[in-house]
């Protein structure tokens, strides 16, 4: 069962953290933290999938971010065993439809069946993936551009969308400022009451996650393991 889905499903806050740098340690030591959730940052960190193997052993739950929406790379995503993926940049209704359709086995989608030879169904020691795997994968979509932000409502209307996540830093590049101005902020609050609205829980990669928990936010980014490990070095120096 994918807990995370359920925390969701019954209206939870939930805290993670992306996890940018390599290695199954980092992964065991940000699962073992307490965070709700990790986020193996396949897009601006290394997509390298025997690394990604290794650290889903180390931590099941975490959810993975893939560098763009293609069918193949959610689908390698899912079979090395992820439960839950995270597809940035998507910004329309057809655009979210494809993401989801890409984690679906058919005829609800298009995933190829070829788990019973990954580690997703343990090697065909776990004959019964195929069947619960289109009811139990989450699909969590970004929202990170103003194209996203006219389309929220019809975005978060798709089936099989779990979550749509707000990216305050792309949308300010989009806007054509950074992520301190007052009318980004303004933009996020106004987005995230509409996706909760919806009934979709909203997502933010949140510098200060206390106001976004208290503007609504249900699945909050509370950092990165980069940064925490190079600030709290900085720190010793």
């Not at 103003?146 to 975005?155: F, G, P, Q, V, Y």
């Not at 400022?177 to 979709?200: F, K």
């Amino acid at each position: 069962m994918n807990t995370l889905k359920s925390k969701l499903a019954a209206g939870a806050i939930t805290r993670g953290i992306w996890q940018n740098l390599p290695g199954p340690e980092l992964a065991e030591l940000a699962a073992a933290a307490g965070f709700d959730w990790i986020c193996i940052d396949g897009e601006h960190g290394a997509w390298d999938v025997a690394d990604i193997r290794a650290r889903l052993i180390a931590a099941p739950d975490a959810v993975v971010r893939v560098p763009t929406n293609d069918d193949w790379l959610l689908k390698q995503a899912l079979d090395l065993g992820t439960k839950t993926v995270l597809v940035p940049m998507v910004d329309t209704v057809d655009q979210a439809t494809q993401a989801v359709a890409a984690c679906r086995y058919p005829p609800q989608g298009v995933r190829g069946m070829g788990a019973f030879v990954a580690r997703a169904a343990m090697y065909s020691l776990d004959p019964e993936y195929i069947t619960r795997a289109n009811a139990d994968v989450s699909v969590w979509v970004q929202a990170e551009s103003r194209t996203a932000l006219e389309n929220l409502e019809d975005i978060c209307a798709v089936p099989g969308v779990d979550c749509v996540f707000l990216g305050p830093a792309d949308l300010a590049a989009d806007m054509g400022t950074d992520a301190a101005d007052p009318v980004v902020h303004a933009a996020l609050e106004d987005a995230i009451a509409r996706i909760a609205a919806t009934g979709t829980p909203p997502g933010i990669f949140a510098a200060d996650p206390d106001r976004w928990i208290a503007a609504g936010a249900r699945v909050v980014c509370m950092g990165s393991d980069a940064m925490v490990l190079a600030q709290g070095l900085r720190a010793l120096t």
